[in-house]
């Protein structure tokens, strides 16, 4: 798996977009960007997942970079619900596990 | 219906005892895993079954036995539990090449 470096925590205010970053310049060609969310106390949640294109579902949208060597997952209009850490991922298709690092922790302020 | 469903949610037990945690997916999926979470915060893969067959199995102590009697279920049985071993026992299931995993709401073990 690729290994992704994440900033450690950053805030957010409720209403505005959070911008969540990711490097993952060792990640090969087959390996999709996975990313799951946190809340306190529950187990993760995926949110969205990616290989080249950017991609958007009802949670979040996801940008990658042409080179792929970056991504940002982008949560439109924060709410306080979004606090959570936030785990990006590079998993290879046929790779039957995920491997969490440390993650952000977005805390989304009022 | 709860997608991934874990029991107990909580355990306490003291040290040297022998426990066991219940997982069950009405999902559909392949594969199911155990996650271990310690109090330092940090997930680690512990074993990976995929229709019943150990895929993965990342260096955890011999104490810890998975068991997939189907493709739906995946239980935990620990043996001669120790303070180590306290932590949250996260389950998930999902397909192989699908769209994420699902995880189940932990199980909170206290050894004692």
């Known amino acids: 798996d690729a290994k992704t470096t994440q900033p450690p925590s950053m805030d957010c205010a409720e209403g505005r977009a959070a911008n969540l970053p990711c490097n993952h310049s060792?990640?090969?060609?087959?390996?999709?960007v996975y990313w799951y969310r946190q809340i306190h106390s529950q187990g993760p949640q995926y949110i969205i997942h990616?290989?080249?294109n950017n991609e958007t579902n009802e949670m979040a949208s996801l940008i990658i970079t042409e080179d792929r060597k970056s991504s940002t997952l982008i949560l439109p209009h924060a709410t306080l619900r979004d606090t959570a850490v936030y785990y990006c991922?590079?998993?290879?298709?046929?790779?039957?596990?995920?491997?969490f690092g440390k993650g952000t922790l977005l805390t989304v302020n009022p | 219906d709860t997608a991934v469903s874990q029991t107990p949610k909580y355990l306490v037990t003291q040290m040297g005892n022998d426990k066991s945690i219940k997982c069950e997916q009405n999902?559909?999926?392949?594969?199911m895993y155990w996650y271990k979470q310690d109090s330092k915060k940090f997930l680690k893969i512990m074993f990976s079954?995929?229709?019943?067959?150990?895929?993965i199995n990342e260096t955890v102590p011999n104490r810890f036995s998975p068991k997939s009697p189907d493709k739906a279920h995946l239980n935990l049985h620990i043996n001669s539990l120790e303070l180590g071993d306290s932590a949250v026992y996260f389950c998930?299931?999902?397909?192989?090449?699908?769209?994420?995993?699902?995880f189940g709401s932990g199980t909170r073990l206290t050894v004692v």
């Open positions: 998930a299931s999902s397909q192989v090449e699908g769209n994420g995993y699902t």
């Open positions: 060792t990640i090969s060609g087959n390996e999709y």
């Open positions: 990616g290989l080249k």
């Open positions: 991922i590079g998993r290879g298709g046929s790779n039957y596990k995920l491997t």
């Open positions: 999902l559909g999926h392949d594969t």
């Open positions: 079954y995929n229709n019943k067959e150990l895929i």
